[in-house]
């Protein structure tokens, strides 16, 4: 594998009784696409916000381009684009507002901001509220505004989830292109069908733990299994549950 850009050893996470990550290991190449893939509660979304720096892992570390997220780290924050599973936008302002918004807490010109909107088939909506988007129009405005200063790292929490068929596949298209030109890219999905189609390799997770790494298509010859869902049952003695 090609140098990492990610490093996570031994994370763990409580809340109460309650384990929500459970010794997490895992490593990202650079311009790597990697997928945590897991059923509702699995522990994906938290795992993932560790690795972001958003949560302080209870015990575990994390090195993002060698260093670390948590305490937030200026430098590091600019090399980083995070998108979150609810997207936060501010009230009542435009898309173009937005994203001009974002990029201002970067230092970003106004002009970049515009042709991350054209590059993310916005350019028509320019002028419209967030609120009168549609599912996939504020999540690739969510994406757009984690991309507008450029960064080396991008993080998606579900960023289909809700959305209709063809609306996940021009979302896919983009992914895609983000992550050619060379972009290291962390998606979270429970979609199997996602996992396969976007990801170098996957980490299935249920119950706080990664139980197996590795590409799709590996994973399913290795287990002599038809499909993901196969080498979730397999691994899991359950079938899965979206």
Request: aromatic share 6%.
């Amino acid at each position: 594998m090609s140098e990492a850009a990610i490093t996570v050893e031994g994370l763990r996470k409580r809340y109460g009784d309650v384990r929500a990550v459970d010794g997490v290991s895992f490593t990202v190449g650079r311009g790597e696409f990697y997928g945590i893939l897991g059923p509702n509660g699995a522990g994906k979304t938290t795992t993932l916000e560790i690795t972001e720096g958003l949560r302080r892992p209870d015990e575990g570390e994390v090195r993002l381009l060698g260093r670390s997220p948590f305490p937030r780290d200026p430098a590091l924050l600019r090399r980083m684009g995070v998108q979150l599973q609810a997207s936060a936008f501010f009230e009542r302002l435009t898309a173009r507002e937005q994203i001009q918004t974002f990029a201002s807490f970067y230092g970003v010109p106004a002009e970049r901001a515009d042709a991350m909107l054209e590059r993310v088939g916005l350019t028509e909506k320019a002028g419209t509220r967030e609120n009168k988007l549609s599912g996939g129009q504020a999540q690739r405005l969510s994406i757009a505004c984690a991309l507008v200063h450029d960064p080396e790292l991008v993080f998606l929490d579900e960023p289909t989830t809700g959305l209709d068929p063809q609306a996940r596949r021009n979302l896919w298209d983009l992914l895609r292109a983000i992550n050619e030109e060379g972009r290291t890219v962390v998606l979270t999905t429970h979609y199997m069908d996602e996992a396969e189609t976007l990801c170098d390799r996957v980490a299935v997770m249920d119950h706080g733990r990664v139980l197996r790494v590795g590409a799709p298509a590996d994973l399913i010859a290795e287990l002599g299994v038809r499909s993901l869902e196969d080498v979730f049952l397999q691994l899991t003695g359950r079938e899965y549950r979206q």
